[in-house]
């Protein structure tokens, strides 16, 4: 066979140029000052910072695998995988487990302090249990990542002070009723401004004063109100409302969006276990949940539950121009101290020995 020498060297130079452009736009990245200073200010703070996403690919190609726990709902898995692996089509093995109710958060938590939670690369953090797992995160400095974008991710979706823990979904809640047994003129049209612990506090011993029908699951509560046992519930789960809304043959349920719209924009953390074995995949999985494309799986199978901070995204319309009041990441690990106070102030019984 006869080869054509010009056309070997050809071949050879595009290839060398090639190489040295990739090369060349690595090293531009690393030697960014900015990018630098932040690696250097990380680690100093005992964070783990990577200077350019091809870096943290590389790593993640080493791995292949991942193990994710997860508070998202089972139709979000397929999707969520299918779409991960397409991007990625060096991982070989995803698997993603869901872990739902306080009871599994509190057995979960047990296996990390007796250090029995190894094989999971990702964990979901509720949000009234925060506090507990903050020891067994592994120390990325997730947001300065993003803010010099070797991770895209919008730094409003990650824990400011901790950096290591990201947001996916948002929650809001609304005053659902039936239609047919309260006009909507008669529904409350404001939540007396109760922005605050101490006003927050006033409004629900106020509540409890006028001996409100108590139940667990906001599901559950919803169904009562589309079957005419009750007319009003001040507080359902904007989601679970509209999912209802989907089922209801009736069409009495309806909702009303009452302002400031008590909006929590951590429904659930998600960070990466310092036990991780596949920490590099999972760094990509974390921006992936974030993007527009992982965002809008969300939306569709949660559903209606992708960030408030993604543009286009359900809740991000709904509350467009309106007025907020957020429980944000200032209020991450303080959630706990609030419930149970709230709870005090409502009057639920303590359970005994």
């Not at 292949?64 to 969520?80: A, S």
């Not at 779409?83 to 698997?95: C, E, G, N, V």
């Not at 509190?106 to 690369?121: N, T, V, Y």
């Not at 809740?315 to 005090?344: M, P």
């Amino acid at each position: 066979m006869k080869i054509d020498s010009f056309a070997l060297f050809l071949t050879f130079i595009l290839l060398s140029l090639a190489s040295w452009v990739t090369d060349s736009s690595i090293l531009a990245a690393v030697s960014d000052p900015a990018i630098l200073q932040a690696k250097k200010e990380a680690e100093v703070k005992g964070h783990v910072f990577f200077t350019t996403h091809d870096e943290i690919v590389a790593m993640a190609k080493k791995e292949g695998k991942l193990r994710v726990m997860t508070g998202l709902e089972k139709p979000n898995f397929k999707p969520l995988m299918n779409a991960f692996k397409q991007k990625y089509p060096f991982l070989t093995d995803i698997h993603v487990e869901d872990i739902q109710g306080t009871e599994a958060d509190q057995r979960f938590i047990l296996e990390m302090k007796s250090g029995q939670a190894k094989g999971w690369d990702i964990t979901h953090i509720p949000l009234d249990l925060a506090n507990e797992y903050m020891p067994y995160l592994m120390r990325h400095d997730i947001l300065g990542m993003a803010k010099h974008g070797v991770l895209k991710i919008d730094p409003r979706m990650i824990h400011p002070g901790e950096r290591n823990i990201v947001s996916v979904t948002t929650n809001i809640r609304l005053v659902a009723y039936n239609r047919k047994l309260i006009s909507e003129d008669k529904v409350p049209a404001k939540w007396e401004d109760f922005l605050g612990l101490e006003r927050t506090l006033d409004f629900a011993r106020k509540l409890a004063a006028q001996q409100p029908v108590w139940g667990r699951g906001a599901a559950r509560i919803i169904t009562a109100i589309a079957a005419g046992e009750y007319s009003l519930f001040p507080g359902a789960s904007f989601n679970l409302l509209k999912t209802a809304m989907g089922k209801d043959q009736t069409g009495s349920l309806n909702y009303k969006i009452i302002e400031p719209v008590p909006t929590r924009i951590i429904e659930d953390g998600v960070a990466i276990l310092n036990t991780a074995d596949h920490p590099h995949v999972a760094l990509l999985w974390l921006e992936f949940l974030t993007s527009p494309e992982g965002q809008e799986i969300i939306d569709k199978y949660e559903p209606f539950a992708a960030s408030v901070f993604t543009p286009g995204s359900v809740l991000e319309q709904v509350t467009r121009g309106k007025k907020l009041s957020v429980i944000d990441w200032d209020h991450f690990t303080k959630f706990q101290e609030y419930q149970e106070k709230i709870f005090a102030a409502y009057g639920f019984p303590k359970a005994g020995k």
